[in-house]
Protein backbone atom coordinates (compact mmCIF):
# COMPACT_ATOMS: atom_id res chain seq x y z
CA UNK A 1 0.00 0.00 0.00
CA UNK A 2 1.16 3.68 -0.22
CA UNK A 3 1.91 5.49 3.18
CA UNK A 4 -0.82 8.20 1.47
CA UNK A 5 -3.51 6.27 2.76
CA UNK A 6 -1.88 6.37 6.20
CA UNK A 7 -3.44 9.02 9.05
CA UNK A 8 -1.08 11.47 10.17
CA UNK A 9 -0.89 11.63 13.40
CA UNK A 10 -1.20 14.20 16.08
CA UNK A 11 1.36 14.96 18.43
CA UNK A 12 0.26 16.71 21.93
CA UNK A 13 3.24 16.60 24.02
CA UNK A 14 2.58 17.20 27.68
CA UNK A 15 5.22 18.81 29.80
CA UNK A 16 6.97 16.61 32.06
CA UNK A 17 5.37 13.38 30.91
CA UNK A 18 7.52 11.20 29.06
CA UNK A 19 7.56 7.77 27.75
CA UNK A 20 9.86 4.81 28.70
CA UNK A 21 11.04 1.80 27.08
CA UNK A 22 9.51 -1.34 28.43
CA UNK A 23 11.59 -4.04 30.23
CA UNK A 24 10.37 -6.67 27.90
CA UNK A 25 11.61 -5.11 24.61
CA UNK A 26 14.82 -4.20 26.06
CA UNK A 27 14.78 -7.55 26.77
CA UNK A 28 14.30 -9.00 23.37
CA UNK A 29 16.49 -6.18 21.85
CA UNK A 30 20.01 -7.07 20.38
CA UNK A 31 21.78 -4.11 19.46
CA UNK A 32 23.95 -6.10 17.23
CA UNK A 33 21.54 -7.12 14.67
CA UNK A 34 22.22 -4.43 11.81
CA UNK A 35 21.82 -4.32 7.90
CA UNK A 36 24.50 -7.25 6.47
CA UNK A 37 25.61 -4.73 3.81
CA UNK A 38 29.46 -3.22 4.77
CA UNK A 39 29.11 0.65 4.34
CA UNK A 40 25.07 2.44 3.99
CA UNK A 41 23.83 4.27 1.20
CA UNK A 42 23.32 7.77 1.01
CA UNK A 43 19.91 7.06 1.02
CA UNK A 44 19.33 5.02 4.37
CA UNK A 45 18.09 6.18 7.40
CA UNK A 46 18.93 3.44 10.56
CA UNK A 47 16.73 3.02 13.95
CA UNK A 48 18.94 0.62 15.60
CA UNK A 49 18.33 2.51 19.29
CA UNK A 50 15.96 3.83 21.65
CA UNK A 51 13.26 6.16 20.21
CA UNK A 52 14.12 9.73 21.59
CA UNK A 53 17.58 11.06 23.32
CA UNK A 54 18.75 9.10 25.93
CA UNK A 55 21.29 10.46 28.87
CA UNK A 56 24.27 11.04 26.35
CA UNK A 57 21.79 12.70 23.83
CA UNK A 58 21.87 9.52 21.50
CA UNK A 59 18.97 7.70 20.47
CA UNK A 60 17.08 8.06 17.38
CA UNK A 61 14.71 11.38 16.99
CA UNK A 62 12.52 12.98 15.01
CA UNK A 63 15.10 16.27 14.33
CA UNK A 64 17.86 13.73 13.30
CA UNK A 65 15.39 11.63 11.05
CA UNK A 66 14.17 14.98 9.42
CA UNK A 67 17.83 16.16 8.90
CA UNK A 68 18.53 13.12 6.79
CA UNK A 69 15.43 13.37 4.64
CA UNK A 70 16.30 16.90 3.75
CA UNK A 71 19.52 15.71 3.40
CA UNK A 72 18.50 12.68 0.95
CA UNK A 73 15.78 14.87 -0.81
CA UNK A 74 13.18 13.93 -3.52
CA UNK A 75 14.63 10.56 -3.64
CA UNK A 76 13.99 6.83 -2.41
CA UNK A 77 14.11 6.09 1.12
CA UNK A 78 15.62 3.14 3.08
CA UNK A 79 15.17 2.75 6.71
CA UNK A 80 16.62 0.20 8.60
CA UNK A 81 15.23 -0.31 11.99
CA UNK A 82 15.60 -2.56 15.37
CA UNK A 83 14.81 -0.72 18.33
CA UNK A 84 12.56 -1.39 21.46
CA UNK A 85 10.99 1.45 21.49
CA UNK A 86 11.21 4.42 23.60
CA UNK A 87 9.29 8.19 23.27
CA UNK A 88 6.04 7.30 21.87
CA UNK A 89 5.94 11.14 20.73
CA UNK A 90 9.05 10.77 18.80
CA UNK A 91 7.86 8.34 17.61
CA UNK A 92 5.08 9.32 16.21
CA UNK A 93 6.43 12.50 15.12
CA UNK A 94 9.58 10.48 12.92
CA UNK A 95 6.58 8.39 11.34
CA UNK A 96 5.11 11.80 10.18
CA UNK A 97 7.93 12.90 8.53
CA UNK A 98 8.23 9.49 6.51
CA UNK A 99 4.46 9.48 6.06
CA UNK A 100 5.32 12.95 4.17
CA UNK A 101 8.93 11.86 2.74
CA UNK A 102 7.63 12.67 -1.48
CA UNK A 103 9.57 9.75 -2.87
CA UNK A 104 8.84 6.00 -2.03
CA UNK A 105 10.08 4.74 1.25
CA UNK A 106 11.10 0.93 1.96
CA UNK A 107 11.33 0.08 5.74
CA UNK A 108 13.19 -2.79 6.51
CA UNK A 109 12.60 -4.69 10.20
CA UNK A 110 16.44 -6.25 11.11
CA UNK A 111 15.48 -7.30 14.59
CA UNK A 112 12.80 -5.79 16.45
CA UNK A 113 10.43 -3.04 15.90
CA UNK A 114 8.73 -2.63 19.62
CA UNK A 115 6.14 0.16 20.27
CA UNK A 116 7.09 3.94 19.15
CA UNK A 117 9.79 1.79 16.73
CA UNK A 118 6.49 -0.31 15.46
CA UNK A 119 4.59 3.08 15.01
CA UNK A 120 7.42 4.50 12.61
CA UNK A 121 7.57 0.72 10.41
CA UNK A 122 4.46 1.45 9.48
CA UNK A 123 4.98 4.56 7.57
CA UNK A 124 6.58 2.58 4.84
CA UNK A 125 5.08 2.25 1.28
CA UNK A 126 6.76 -1.50 1.52
CA UNK A 127 7.40 -3.11 5.22
CA UNK A 128 10.44 -6.22 4.90
CA UNK A 129 10.77 -7.88 8.05
CA UNK A 130 13.30 -10.67 9.25
CA UNK A 131 12.19 -14.16 9.51
CA UNK A 132 13.22 -14.19 13.08
CA UNK A 133 12.06 -10.21 13.33
CA UNK A 134 9.17 -9.21 15.67
CA UNK A 135 7.02 -6.50 16.13
CA UNK A 136 5.48 -5.42 19.21
CA UNK A 137 2.56 -3.34 19.85
CA UNK A 138 0.91 -2.18 22.79
CA UNK A 139 -0.38 0.66 24.76
CA UNK A 140 1.34 3.60 25.41
CA UNK A 141 3.69 2.89 28.45
CA UNK A 142 4.93 5.53 30.92
CA UNK A 143 6.10 5.64 34.47
CA UNK A 144 3.66 7.75 36.63
CA UNK A 145 3.06 8.79 40.04
CA UNK A 146 0.54 10.70 42.41
CA UNK A 147 -2.59 10.22 43.77
CA UNK A 148 -6.09 8.32 42.22
CA UNK A 149 -7.14 11.64 40.93
CA UNK A 150 -3.75 12.92 39.09
CA UNK A 151 -3.28 9.18 37.62
CA UNK A 152 -7.24 9.11 37.03
CA UNK A 153 -6.00 12.28 34.87
CA UNK A 154 -2.61 10.42 33.24
CA UNK A 155 -4.74 7.17 31.94
CA UNK A 156 -7.26 9.78 29.92
CA UNK A 157 -5.11 11.93 28.64
CA UNK A 158 -2.81 8.52 27.25
CA UNK A 159 -6.25 7.26 25.64
CA UNK A 160 -5.90 9.35 22.14
CA UNK A 161 -2.51 7.97 21.77
CA UNK A 162 -3.52 4.59 21.98
CA UNK A 163 -6.27 5.50 19.54
CA UNK A 164 -3.74 6.87 17.12
CA UNK A 165 -2.04 3.77 17.25
CA UNK A 166 -4.75 1.52 16.30
CA UNK A 167 -5.75 3.90 13.49
CA UNK A 168 -2.62 3.74 12.17
CA UNK A 169 -1.98 -0.28 12.60
CA UNK A 170 -5.42 -0.83 10.97
CA UNK A 171 -5.25 1.70 7.80
CA UNK A 172 -1.56 -0.49 7.17
CA UNK A 173 -3.03 -3.73 7.77
CA UNK A 174 -6.56 -3.50 7.23
CA UNK A 175 -7.84 -5.11 10.26
CA UNK A 176 -10.53 -4.56 12.66
CA UNK A 177 -9.50 -1.33 15.29
CA UNK A 178 -11.30 -3.40 18.02
CA UNK A 179 -9.67 -6.89 17.35
CA UNK A 180 -5.87 -4.28 17.12
CA UNK A 181 -7.08 -2.54 20.52
CA UNK A 182 -7.45 -5.89 22.10
CA UNK A 183 -3.89 -6.96 20.52
CA UNK A 184 -2.47 -3.67 22.53
CA UNK A 185 -4.15 -4.57 25.57
CA UNK A 186 -2.18 -7.56 25.57
CA UNK A 187 0.97 -6.04 24.54
CA UNK A 188 1.23 -8.12 21.31
CA UNK A 189 4.99 -9.94 19.54
CA UNK A 190 3.96 -10.63 16.17
CA UNK A 191 6.69 -12.60 14.22
CA UNK A 192 7.53 -12.27 10.81
CA UNK A 193 5.86 -14.65 8.93
CA UNK A 194 2.68 -13.35 11.11
CA UNK A 195 3.19 -10.39 10.58
CA UNK A 196 3.31 -10.71 6.89
CA UNK A 197 -0.07 -12.85 7.00
CA UNK A 198 -1.46 -10.06 8.99
CA UNK A 199 -0.69 -7.21 6.66
CA UNK A 200 1.98 -5.56 8.90
CA UNK A 201 4.94 -6.11 6.42
CA UNK A 202 4.76 -7.02 2.78
CA UNK A 203 7.28 -9.28 2.71
CA UNK A 204 10.09 -11.00 4.50
CA UNK A 205 14.13 -10.55 4.45
CA UNK A 206 16.55 -12.31 2.45
CA UNK A 207 18.19 -14.12 5.02
CA UNK A 208 21.67 -12.63 4.08
CA UNK A 209 20.02 -9.03 4.77
CA UNK A 210 20.38 -9.12 8.50
CA UNK A 211 24.31 -9.43 10.06
CA UNK A 212 24.85 -9.99 13.59
CA UNK A 213 27.92 -8.14 14.29
CA UNK A 214 29.19 -10.14 17.65
CA UNK A 215 32.25 -7.34 17.44
CA UNK A 216 30.30 -4.87 19.17
CA UNK A 217 28.47 -7.58 21.89
CA UNK A 218 30.02 -6.26 24.63
CA UNK A 219 29.18 -2.53 23.73
CA UNK A 220 25.91 -3.83 22.88
CA UNK A 221 24.86 -5.23 26.51
CA UNK A 222 25.89 -2.22 28.16
CA UNK A 223 24.31 -0.43 26.53
CA UNK A 224 20.66 -2.90 26.89
CA UNK A 225 21.61 -2.57 30.64
CA UNK A 226 22.14 0.82 30.68
CA UNK A 227 18.78 1.30 29.70
CA UNK A 228 17.09 -1.57 31.61
CA UNK A 229 18.53 0.68 34.49
CA UNK A 230 17.05 4.12 33.33
CA UNK A 231 14.00 2.13 33.63
CA UNK A 232 14.21 1.31 37.07
CA UNK A 233 15.32 3.89 37.89
CA UNK A 234 12.18 5.53 36.36
CA UNK A 235 9.99 3.28 38.26
CA UNK A 236 11.48 4.69 41.64
CA UNK A 237 10.60 7.94 40.42
CA UNK A 238 14.08 9.49 40.32
CA UNK A 239 14.15 12.58 38.35
CA UNK A 240 16.06 12.28 34.53
CA UNK A 241 18.94 14.27 35.30
CA UNK A 242 19.67 11.87 38.15
CA UNK A 243 19.23 8.75 36.42
CA UNK A 244 21.24 10.21 34.17
CA UNK A 245 24.12 10.53 36.53
CA UNK A 246 23.62 7.38 38.44
CA UNK A 247 23.89 5.42 34.69
CA UNK A 248 27.21 7.55 33.35
CA UNK A 249 28.96 7.05 36.75
CA UNK A 250 27.73 3.13 36.63
CA UNK A 251 29.55 3.31 33.25
CA UNK A 252 32.51 5.10 34.58
CA UNK A 253 30.93 7.87 31.75
CA UNK A 254 32.02 10.96 33.46
CA UNK A 255 34.00 12.90 35.16
CA UNK A 256 32.28 13.16 38.13
CA UNK A 257 31.91 9.54 38.58
CA UNK A 258 33.11 9.31 41.80
CA UNK A 259 31.03 11.88 43.06
CA UNK A 260 27.50 10.66 43.16
CA UNK A 261 27.26 10.32 46.66
CA UNK A 262 25.69 8.23 49.57
CA UNK A 263 22.26 9.60 48.09
CA UNK A 264 22.81 7.84 44.88
CA UNK A 265 24.66 4.97 46.72
CA UNK A 266 21.32 4.39 48.54
CA UNK A 267 19.13 5.00 45.27
CA UNK A 268 21.38 1.92 43.35
CA UNK A 269 20.88 -0.53 46.41
CA UNK A 270 17.14 0.32 46.14
CA UNK A 271 17.28 -0.67 42.05
CA UNK A 272 19.30 -3.79 43.37
CA UNK A 273 16.35 -4.81 45.44
CA UNK A 274 14.06 -4.31 42.74
CA UNK A 275 16.12 -6.17 40.26
CA UNK A 276 15.79 -9.37 42.25
CA UNK A 277 12.31 -9.37 42.51
CA UNK A 278 11.70 -8.31 38.85
CA UNK A 279 12.17 -11.87 37.20
CA UNK A 280 11.68 -10.30 33.56
CA UNK A 281 14.55 -8.29 33.89
Known amino acids: MSKRNLPAATIVARPGMRTETTPAALERW ?8 DGEADNTISVLDVIGA ?3 GEGVTAKRVSAALRAIGKRDVVVNINSPGGSFF ?16 TVKVLGIAASAASV ?14 FLMIHNTWIVASGDRHALRDVADWLEPF ?33 AVS ?13 ENRTRNSAEGRSTVAAHKL ?12 ERREIVQALKGGTRDA ?20 LKSI
Open 258 to 277: AATGTQDAAVIAEVSDLLAS
Open 54 to 56: DWY
Open 90 to 105: EGLAIYNALREHPAHV
Open 198 to 210: KGFADSLLSADAV
Open 230 to 241: DTLLAQLNVPRS
Open 120 to 133: IAMAGDEIQIARSG
Open 30 to 37: NPDVQAAS
Open 162 to 194: DAAAVDIYAARTGMDAKELAKMLDREAWIGGND
